[in-house]
């Protein structure tokens, strides 16, 4: 069975800090590409950042490109967002997905994580 754990989510001030995780299992993790997509109340999903599993590479909305980093670490099966200068805007809840092949900021995606809080106080 797939698992993605997404964890880091919480409650911080603008301005703030905070680190996702996405801990996969179940799947031959260096093979997928991971993105990170988000909800907030009454919008649809978006796509944050994404990394692909073949080089590495790394996509980010313009949105959050300049303060979000994304990174993986293949030997641990999880997924990093490291999300700086946090907006308001930015709440949400943040989703890890997976997928074989190229990655996408379309929610396109096989596998989906159940979702952590991201909560920034103005």
């Known amino acids: 069975e797939v698992q993605l754990q997404a964890s880091g989510g919480g409650l911080v001030q603008a301005g703030g800090s905070l680190r996702l995780s996405c801990a996969a299992s179940?799947?031959?993790?260096?093979?997928?590409?991971i993105g990170w997509f988000r909800q907030a109340p009454g919008k649809k999903r978006e796509g944050v950042s994404c990394?692909?599993?073949?080089?590495?590479?790394?996509y980010y909305a313009d949105s959050v490109r300049g303060r979000f980093t994304i990174s993986r670490d293949n030997a641990k099966k999880t997924v990093y967002l490291q999300m700086k200068n946090l907006k308001p805007e930015d709440t949400a809840v943040y989703f890890c997905?997976?997928?074989?092949?190229?990655?996408?900021?379309?929610?396109?995606?096989?596998?989906w994580g159940q979702g952590t809080q991201v909560t920034v106080s103005s």
């Open positions: 997905a997976a997928v074989l092949g190229r990655p996408s900021l379309q929610p396109d995606y096989t596998y």
């Open positions: 990394i692909s599993s073949k080089d590495g590479s790394t």
């Open positions: 179940g799947l031959r993790f260096a093979e997928y590409s």
